[in-house]
T-cell receptor
Framework: KQEVTQIPAALSVPEGENLVLNCSFT??????LQWFRQDPGKGLTSLLL?????REQTSGRLNASLDKSSGRSTLYIAASQPGDSATYLC??????????FGTGTSLTVIP | ETGVTQSPTHLIKTRGQQVTLRCSSQ?????VSWYQQALGQGPQFIFQ???????GRGNFPPRFSGLQFPNYSSELNVNALELDDSALYLC????????????FGPGTRLTVT
């Protein structure tokens, strides 16, 4: 069974800092990997989707990379802002048409 | 383009009761997946529906069941509610490929007392 781990569980940074969130998974036979943002008590907002054949995707201040062979993905956030404060979840798309989620990294950006 | 919608927003039920949650998929999407997210945890896959048939199921008991309608909307039914069923229930819609991006609705917060 696919296991997804996210480190760190929580992160607090001052505004303007660049930061990296980590996601690791145990089974490299994946279709894709998707990063989401979740505000407290809310649904998930898709940030970036990386197909299994891709190495990275970029959207604005966000850059996500994927290394299937080592079972790792990183989400890089440049010039962090207080509005970036949220929980960030990574999800791996695999067999059985399901996504396997990590438990998330709770990010706080201090003004 | 209409996004994924879910109803109701919040629901309080008593242990042993039954509940039905509803989801309307994003325009053009014919695949719907349901997830359960307990407090402080990542979402757990319940099942997926495509062409009105169950198309994959996670590790949930049979008292969790679903339906998909011809307009691609979907229902999640939970019978014999237990206290541990208290969670945020999320619906996601997508195109029917294993590599498709998933779009989530705002969720239904279910509390079982």
């Amino acid at each position: 069974k696919q296991e997804v781990t996210q480190i760190p569980a929580a992160l607090s940074v001052p505004e303007g800092e660049n930061l990296v969130l980590n996601c690791s998974f145990t089974d490299s036979a994946i279709y894709n990997l998707q990063w989401f943002r979740q505000d407290p008590g809310k649904g998930l907002t898709s940030l970036l989707l990386i197909q299994s054949s891709q190495r990275e995707q970029t959207s604005g201040r966000l850059n996500a990379s994927l290394d299937k062979s080592s079972g790792r993905s990183t989400l890089y956030i440049a010039a962090s802002q207080p509005g970036d404060s949220a929980t960030y979840l990574c999800a791996v798309g695999g067999a059985g048409n399901q996504f396997y989620f990590g438990t998330g990294t709770s990010l706080t950006v201090i003004p | 383009e209409t996004g994924v919608t879910q109803s109701p927003t919040h629901l309080i039920k008593t242990r042993g009761q039954q509940v039905t949650l509803r989801c309307s998929s994003q325009s053009g999407h014919n695949t719907v997946s349901w997830y359960q997210q307990a407090l402080g945890q990542g979402p757990q896959f319940i099942f997926q529906y495509y062409r009105e048939e169950e198309n994959g199921r996670g590790n949930f008991p049979p008292r969790f069941s679903g339906l998909q309608f011809p307009n691609y909307s979907s229902e999640l039914n939970v019978n014999a509610l237990e206290l541990d069923d208290s969670a945020l229930y999320l619906c996601a819609s997508s195109l029917p490929t294993g590599a498709a991006e998933q779009y989530f609705g705002p969720g239904t917060r279910l509390t079982v007392t």
